[in-house]
């Protein structure tokens, strides 16, 4: 994986990846359950021995907890701010008559 910031910052960004798409998988499992079952079997190699979430099927994991501790206002607040960007350059487009894509 290349970027920037060297292989420790891949390796967490690899992991957030790997416990974003797991959480995932446990939230889906009831709407999508052979998608986010294929995934979990992949998924679950990456787990480390004994843990909680390795099981036979994600069928048998529940529902993840929320954890508050994990959230970053500061973060919250630059994606709303993007999002208000984004929004409006939009609307400005779509002033002009232009096409979103080109």
Same mark, same amino acid.
């Given at each position: 994986m290349k970027g920037t910031e060297g292989s420790? #910052?891949? @390796?967490? $960004? *690899?992991?957030? !990846?790997? #416990?974003? @798409?797991? $959480? *995932?998988?446990? !939230?889906?499992?009831p709407f999508t359950p052979f998608l986010v079952?294929?995934?979990?079997l992949n998924l679950r190699k990456g787990l480390p021995e004994g843990s909680d979430?390795?099981?036979?099927?994600v069928h048998y994991l529940s529902v993840p907890e929320v954890?508050?501790?994990?959230?970053?206002?500061?973060?919250?607040?630059k994606v709303r701010r993007l999002q208000s960007?984004?929004?409006m350059g939009r609307r400005a487009r779509e002033a002009k008559n232009l096409k979103t894509k080109q």
């Open positions: 420790k #910052h891949a @390796l967490q $960004s *690899l992991q957030t !990846l790997h #416990h974003v @798409l797991l $959480s *995932l998988c446990r !939230l889906m499992g079952e294929a995934m979990y979430l390795f099981q036979d099927s954890d508050d501790s994990a959230r970053d206002e500061k973060i919250e607040l960007v984004i929004e």
